[in-house]
T-cell receptor, first 114, second 114 residues
Framework: DAGITQSPRYKITETGRQVTLMCHQTWSHSYMFWYRQDLGHGLRLIYY???????DKGEVPDGYVVSRSKTENFPLTLESATRSQTSVYFC?????????????FGSGTRLTVV | AQSVSQHNHHVILSEAASLELGCNYS??????LFWYVQYPGQHLQLLLKYFSGDPLVKGIKGFEAEFIKSKFSFNLRKPSVQWSDTAEYFC????????????FGPGTRLSVLP
């Protein structure tokens, strides 16, 4: 299922460093999303994008920055990584947010901040 | 704000046992409902979805779910589980006003013993 790819799969970084997680989709889906998955919290939305150059905050945006200069790419940047940002990050895309359209998820990036 | 609860944090069953995972949401308007499954080490995959019509929805791998509007519920069922069903299951909801934002439940971990 190569339609949506995330890189890297695993990343270890130090506190205070900037790190960027990449997300690329090949379907030209309008909507893209970043979630973090933590034990006991399920998935929480960080940022989403409705189209190129249109982004908006989700439930837990603090400490993260996104951009969407091209429809197919939606990178997530941790400006100054903290240990609380250790998590599994999932990117997702959707053709539409109209009724019945689900998300397609990437394989995730496991980020450890030491 | 929309919220989703899942009744069980961890369910342990033997093979061939019947499964029912509970999901309740808080929003009283028109909703779209989804169940996603995450197998160990993998990304989330759509099991089934409901957005209109027959409240009994059939999904992949023998799963089904029933939407009961009066109870704000969307429980997932399978008559006979297999060891390969061991995974984490997430209920998710969107509503017509905020369809771009899936609200996920915290997840239920299912362990099926051979």
């Amino acid at each position: 299922d190569a339609g949506i790819t995330q890189s890297p799969r695993y990343k270890i970084t130090e506190t205070g460093r900037q790190v960027t997680l990449m997300c690329h989709q090949t379907w030209s889906h309008s909507y893209m999303f970043w979630y973090r998955q933590d034990l006991g919290h399920g998935l929480r939305l960080i940022y989403y994008s409705a189209a190129a150059d249109i982004t908006d905050k989700g439930e837990v945006p603090d400490g993260y920055v996104v951009s969407r200069s091209k429809t197919e790419n939606f990178p997530l940047t941790l400006e100054s990584a903290t240990r609380s940002q250790t998590s599994v990050y999932f990117c997702a895309s959707s053709e539409s947010v109209n009724r019945g359209y689900g998300y397609t998820f990437g394989s995730g990036t496991r980020l450890t901040v030491v | 704000a929309q919220s989703v609860s899942q009744h069980n944090h961890h369910v342990i069953l033997s093979e061939a046992a019947s499964l029912e995972l509970g999901c309740n949401y808080s929003y009283g308007g028109t909703v779209n409902l989804f169940w996603y499954v995450q197998y160990p080490g993998q990304h989330l995959q759509l099991l089934l979805k409901y957005f209109s019509g027959d409240p009994l929805v059939k999904g992949i791998k023998g799963f089904e779910a029933e939407f009961i509007k009066s109870k704000f519920s969307f429980n997932l069922r399978k008559p006979s589980v297999q060891w390969s069903d061991t995974a984490e299951y997430f209920c998710a909801v969107t509503d017509d006003n905020y369809g771009q934002n899936f609200v996920f439940g915290p997840g239920t971990r299912l362990s099926v013993l051979p």
